[in-house]
Nanobody, 124 residues
Framework: QVQLVESGGGLVQAGGSLRLSCAAS????????LGWFRHAPGQGREFVAG????????LYAESVKGRFTISRNYGQNTVYLQMNSLKPEDTAIYYC?????????????????WGQGTQVTVSS
């Protein structure tokens, strides 16, 4: 079993930055893929970014590429999402996810564990 707890959401003006954190516990952190999804009102859950267990392969949604950065800290069992140049369309609940099976997938149903989500609101 894996527990994921997100933090760092909040209200920010367009052009600003936020850093989301996700603390993982319960199983060997270093052996699974971690990612971030988001869910905006009236839309489906959207893949944002993912990083494999080695940390050397990352994938980003086109909509966030160049603005968001995913990273993981093995010593603290934490994955981060640094979000810069935020836009109102980035407003959503952001979820941390873990996949025990390896390659990064953008399909939410293929991820094994989820956090409770943290709200990010970007004002114009």
């Amino acid at each position: 079993q894996v527990q994921l707890v997100e933090s760092g959401g909040g209200l920010v003006q367009a052009g600003g930055s936020l850093r989301l954190s996700c603390a993982a516990s319960g199983r060997t952190f270093s052996t699974y893929t971690l990612g971030w999804f988001r869910h905006a009102p009236g839309q489906g859950r959207e893949f944002v970014a993912g990083v494999v267990w080695t940390g050397d392969n990352k994938l980003y949604a086109e909509s966030v590429k160049g603005r968001f950065t995913i990273s993981r800290n093995y010593g603290q069992n934490t994955v981060y999402l640094q979000m810069n140049s935020l836009k109102p369309e980035d407003t959503a609940i952001y979820y941390c996810a873990a996949d025990l099976r390896g390659p990064i997938t953008t399909v939410s149903s293929e991820w094994d564990y989820w956090g409770q989500g943290t709200q990010v609101t970007v004002s114009s």
